[in-house]
């Protein structure tokens, strides 16, 4: 079949589709289609189709809310010439005699035909013709200078075939689509808008075989006197003009009138004549009323109307359908309803689920696809989305991984919530709720440990970690020119700049440039400050056991306390275990606390002093 085919004395109107198909996974639009397709033969010349809604709802699972109309109406056929701007054909001009004598020589007069003179055949030396009158003893010229310009021609090309449809469609309460169609962008196999909600496929040629005036005697005139700057002139009086201006014959005329045969006024006649009649419309071609449709010199095109009729043998409109559609259609669907939640606690850096219970409150199957769309900040979630079939009535369950990172420096508890959102990939039906988290933040520091750092005053200022593990506090500013320097036990002092080590409280001496020692010293430090506290606290144990069973004993001999007085009895012998075991604990653990608050220096001097006063024994 042919897309437009001449139509002959018969005529035919189609009012009836074809087939009609409902399709939901279409190429043009997202969602449902209606797919209408018509075959039409060669004898119809016109479309119009009625489908009703009920007719409508056959095809479809749902209910149909709109009527629809298919027309084709305002057809035209045309063909298009256009024109050939060409250096071959010359100008048309009127012209007027012009004759000047009294040159004194024939370069002279030579000179004034080539300023003054219309050049005839364009090849730069000027026409004209001058004679020596010896009445005068000078020279004397005779040639034409131009009057009126008449235009400048162009070839006309051969006709391209230009035919136009007008396509509608209309919907109940919806804006009309239209668009018209031609075989500029129609075509086999070729889809058109019609308007934004529908489209169209042609099936079918070009070939119209329509009949064409006969372009080949004519030529095109621009001219800024015409209407639409153009008009249609014969070739063969075209030809008369151009062939007797550049031809001889004009010159011979300017000679003629030097030797007296001529009047100036006879000769100008003769050409004049020639070039209105080349600028006339030749009205004894069929383009000689044409309708310029681009006026310009560059680009110029005659359309020129045909009577032949279009006939459209197949095409197919596919409608944008369903709930939101062009044709707006309605079906059970289904409905996600997330009737519970499940929350979670999660440990910094580790990984948590929480989880929605959705019920599928729908009248049909539902296709449900559930996602989280955000979390509060400090919880990380995947936007990857699941999808589950549900039936009416049933339930399914949507599980999620959320992980938690740090948002603060202090130990505690970050609670926060994430946006759950199901929807039915079908209706694009959708629930969404908050499910609440809670983060386990950890403790970024241990109590009684400290750090040191430049306040904005250039100052040192040392902060200690608190008890709870809960951030840190500021323990002490250094003063101007003192610095913080390391101390054992992850602990710093102020110091002089320049001081040696020696002192803990911010102001004794110090170590010569306040610097920190290596970890591997500082550490073995600490657990010789350890070691002598507890053998410290293990020697007052040792005293608070004995002399607790001693006090014991002096009560049960004498049923008081005088330790100055002579006993025969020995009281610690008398003294009971239990309380000497709690004199002895008591006195581990005072010893050990009260040593562990004296410098490490200060001990090795003790432990030193008791060892040299044992190894020499002065009692």
């Not at 021609?153 to 449809?165: G, R, V």
């Not at 031609?182 to 070939?207: E, P």
């Not at 609440?436 to 950890?442: A, D, F, I, L, N």
């Not at 040191?452 to 250039?458: A, E, I, M, S």
């Amino acid at each position: 079949m042919s897309l437009f085919l001449f139509a002959g004395l018969g005529s035919a109107t189609v009012t009836s589709a074809d087939s009609i198909t409902y399709n939901s996974n279409n190429e043009f639009f997202d969602g449902t289609v209606f797919a209408i397709s018509v075959a039409a033969d060669q004898s119809t010349d016109k479309i119009d189709i009625f489908l009703g809604k009920e007719e409508l709802s056959e095809k479809t699972s749902g209910e149909v809310q709109q009527d629809l109309q298919i027309d084709f109406t305002d057809q035209s056929t045309s063909l298009q010439y256009s024109t050939s701007p060409s250096s071959e054909l010359v100008n048309i001009y009127t012209f007027t005699p012009y004759n000047q004598e009294g040159f004194s020589s024939a370069d002279d007069a030579i000179a004034a035909i080539k300023s003054n003179c219309f050049d005839l055949n364009g090849n730069g030396e000027g026409s004209g013709v001058y004679n020596y009158e010896t009445s005068s003893t000078s020279y004397e010229i005779y040639c034409y200078t131009q009057d009126k310009y008449l235009g400048t021609p162009a070839f006309l090309d051969n006709p391209e075939e230009i035919f136009s449809t007008k396509a509608e469609l209309k919907a109940s309460g919806k804006v009309k689509q239209t668009a018209t169609l031609s075989n500029g962008d129609a075509g086999s196999g070729v889809i058109t808008d019609l308007g934004s909600h529908a489209k169209i496929r042609w099936n079918g040629n070009l070939d119209t075989g329509a009949s064409t005036p006969d372009n080949s005697r004519v030529y095109a005139l621009h001219g800024n006197r015409y209407s639409g700057s153009w008009r249609i002139i014969g070739e063969t009086a075209y030809d008369d003009y151009s062939t007797y201006l550049e031809g001889g014959q004009a010159f011979q005329a300017l000679q003629d009138w030097a030797d007296g045969y001529n009047t100036r006024w006879q000769i100008v006649e003769r050409l004049n004549n020639r070039a209105w009649d080349a600028a006339e419309v030749d009205t004894t071609s069929d383009l000689a009323y044409t309708t310029v449709t681009d006026s310009s010199y560059s680009s110029g095109q005659f359309s020129y109307d045909t009577e032949d009729l279009l006939v459209y043998p197949m095409f197919t409109v596919y409608v944008d359908s369903g709930e939101n559609g062009y044709i707006e259609t309605s079906k059970p669907t289904g409905e996600p309803d997330i009737v519970s939640t499940s929350s979670t606690t999660i440990p910094e850096s580790g990984t948590g689920t929480i989880s929605a219970t959705v019920e599928n409150a729908g009248e049909a199957q539902g296709s449900f696809s559930g996602r989280l769309t955000g979390c509060d900040d400090g919880f990380v979630f995947s936007d990857t989305q699941t999808t589950k079939t549900v039936y009416p009535g049933q339930s399914i369950s949507f599980d999620f991984d959320v992980s938690f990172q740090s948002t603060s420096r202090e130990q505690g508890e970050i609670t926060g919530s994430c946006e759950v959102e199901v929807q039915d990939t079908g209706s694009a039906v959708s629930d969404s709720t908050s499910i609440s988290v809670t983060g386990e933040q950890v403790s970024e520091c241990t109590a009684g440990h400290e750090k040191r750092f430049l306040n904005t005053n250039d100052r040192w200022e040392i902060h200690v970690c608190k008890d709870n593990e809960q951030g840190w506090e500021k323990r002490k500013t250094c003063a101007e020119g003192k610095k913080a320097v390391a101390r054992s036990g992850n602990t710093f002092a102020c110091e002089e700049e320049n001081e040696g080590s020696g002192g803990n409280d911010g102001g004794g001496s110090g170590d010569g440039g306040g610097g920190e020692l290596p970890s591997w010293i500082s550490d073995f430090l600490d657990q010789l400050h350890l070691g002598f506290s507890v053998l410290a606290g293990i020697s007052l144990g040792v005293v608070g056991y004995r002399g607790t069973r001693w006090v014991d004993g002096e009560y049960q001999v004498n049923g008081s306390f005088e330790p100055f007085k002579s006993r025969s009895l020995d009281r610690v012998s008398r003294g009971r275990f239990i309380i000497g075991s709690a004199g002895a604990v008591l006195g581990l653990a005072l010893g050990t606390l009260l040593a562990l608050q004296v410098p490490l220096g200060i001990q090795v001097v003790v432990v030193l002093g008791a060892g040299v006063l044992i190894w020499k024994k002065p009692w």
